[in-house]
Structure formats: C-alpha cells, structure tokens
C-alpha cells in the first residue's frame, strides 16, 4: 500500500527564554484520524518521535528518552492532543509537529519552531536588511545575518525562514552564501562573519519577514528577522491612469452607440413615414372611382 503524506496546514513560531513553560497544541475534534503523533525535529537531525495517541484511549504515551524526563507532558482532553514543556532548556529549540494517521495517509496538523533564547551565550545572530527600505518590483536586495563569536574557531549552519501572511513560518534556504573572512572588531573582542541571502528579480510574493538562525556548538540563534515591504506608488499611478483611460473610452463608446442607435431608429422611421405617405397617394385615385 502507498502511504500518502499532505503537508502541514499551519507552521507556529514561539520564542520563549530559558526556564519559561511552552504548550504546543494540536486539535483532532474535527479529523477522521485515530492515531495521532508528537515529532521533535531539530535543524541538522533525524526526526524523533515524541509520543503516539490513540484517540479511543484516555492516555497518550511518551516515546522513548522522552519518557524518562519529566519536563515533557501530555494534555489530553476532548479534541486536543497538546504537548507541554516545562522549564525548556537550549536543545529544546526544534520544530514540532503533530501528525495524523488514518488509512495509511499521515498529515501534518500542525507544526511549531521553538526557538529558546539564553541570554548567557557568546554567539548571537543579528539579521538587518542591506539595502533601501523602498523596494520595487522586479529589483533585488541581499538581506544580511551577521554572526559575532568570541573565536573565529568552528563552522556554522544558517537556515532562512520566511513568515508572511499568504503562507506560515517556513524554510527557505540553508547555508547561504558566506563571508569566508572572520573579522575582529577593532578594539573589541568580537569577532564578525557576514552570511547573505541575495533576492532577485523581487514580486510581491516575496514580501514578508525573513529570519536567519545559526545552529553553532549544540545552539540555535535567530536573529530579530528583516522585513521586506513593497512600494506600490509607481504602479498605484499607472493603474489609475489605466482605469481612467478605460472609463473615457467606455464612455465614448457608449455615447457612440447610442447616438447610432439613435440616427437607425431616425432613418428607419422616416423611411415607414414616406412609405406610408407613398401607399396613401396611389391609393386615393382609385378610392374616388
């Protein structure tokens, strides 16, 4: 048998600090589904299965190291299958998913990034945009995630993320183009490496807030995101140049029929006028005899 797997209706973003509690919540009350599943996905990994569910069951179960640490809990009420974690630490950063199985099809329900932050680590990722905030379509922009370190020792994995309101938090890009020179700050103990994302030949479906996360050392850093908006001034003139062109030659259209229509029914009754005037003048003589 063929297993079909649909991808996910919905992908969550929740950035919670270190020693914070987070519920990720999953509702089932409206799917044909009897089996239902937590996934731990962290950048770099193979998926973990978290716990199972058998919605005809009170309980769910936890699936392996995740059964023994009792910082992960299950929620079970009517329709939800909700995935709490208490007191989160740095490897809880991953994406979760709650999948559903029913006649060997799998759909993902609903997803969810955790980012967890610590304010106790050396690395940060800061994402800002290098170009102008006045975008065009059809121009192109290199957005910027630079990446301080204390050493300029060890290898980073970037990810791109792109949010928006037509589509949710997703992956866009990994490991984009790098900066292979680590440079130290003047007078400072931070050393700086520049990864960029270039965009070119830019639509409005590009626009929404791209996010840059460094997996370095076991961690996961994103920075506060880069938001790319459109200026629609040029294209708001020409389309209302547009409709005022179509409005003028509609109504000279209009006016153009109607005075046709108009000159038709003229000529049309003139005609039945001197027809009829014709057929009394033939037919007088003939009445008098």
């Known amino acids: 048998d063929m297993t079909a797997l649909k991808p996910s209706s919905s992908l969550h973003f929740v950035s919670v600090s270190v020693g914070e509690d987070v519920t990720l919540e999953c509702f089932y009350e409206h799917s044909a589904a009897v089996m239902f599943y937590w996934y731990k996905h962290t950048l770099g990994q193979k998926p973990q299965l978290l716990s199972k569910f058998y919605r005809h069951d009170k309980?769910?179960?936890?699936?392996?190291?995740?059964?023994?640490?009792?910082?992960?809990?299950?929620?079970?009420t009517s329709g939800k299958y909700n995935l709490k974690i208490s007191h989160v630490q740095i490897s809880d950063s991953a994406t979760y998913y709650c999948i559903s199985a029913y006649l060997y099809v799998y759909e993902f329900v609903e997803g969810t990034i955790i980012h967890v932050k610590d304010s106790?680590?050396?690395?940060?990722?800061?994402?800002?945009?290098s170009a102008s905030e006045t975008i065009q379509p059809g121009g192109s922009v290199t957005l910027n995630c630079t990446?301080?370190?204390e050493t300029c020792d060890g290898e980073h994995s970037v990810y791109w993320f792109k949010n928006s309101e037509e589509s949710h938090l997703g992956l866009i890009y990994s490991h984009g183009d790098r900066n292979d020179q680590c440079e130290r700050k003047p007078n400072t103990q931070t050393n700086t490496r520049v990864y960029n994302l270039p965009l070119t030949s830019l639509n409005l479906s590009h626009a929404g807030t791209y996010y840059c996360a460094v997996a370095s050392c076991g961690h996961i850093l994103f920075g506060n995101g880069t938001k790319l908006d459109f200026e629609h001034k040029g294209?708001?003139?020409?389309?209302?140049?547009?409709?005022s062109g179509v409005?003028?030659?509609?109504?000279?259209?209009?006016?153009?029929?109607?005075?046709?229509?108009?000159?038709?029914?003229?000529?049309?009754?003139?005609?039945?006028?001197?027809?009829?005037?014709?057929?009394?003048?033939?037919?007088?003589?003939?009445?008098?005899?």
Request: charged letters at 15%; one cysteine or more.
């Open 247 to 289: 409005l003028t030659f509609t109504t000279i259209l209009v006016a153009f029929l109607a005075y046709t229509a108009y000159s038709m029914y003229k000529t049309k009754s003139c005609q039945c006028t001197d027809s009829q005037a014709r057929s009394a003048a033939a037919s007088g003589p003939n009445e008098e005899v």
């Open 120 to 129: 106790g680590l050396n690395i940060q990722a800061l994402v800002h945009q």
């Open 235 to 243: 294209d708001s003139l020409v389309l209302v140049y547009f409709l």
């Open 59 to 76: 309980n769910g179960m936890l699936n392996g190291e995740f059964k023994t640490d009792p910082r992960f809990e299950l929620e079970i």
């Open 147 to 149: 990446v301080h370190t």
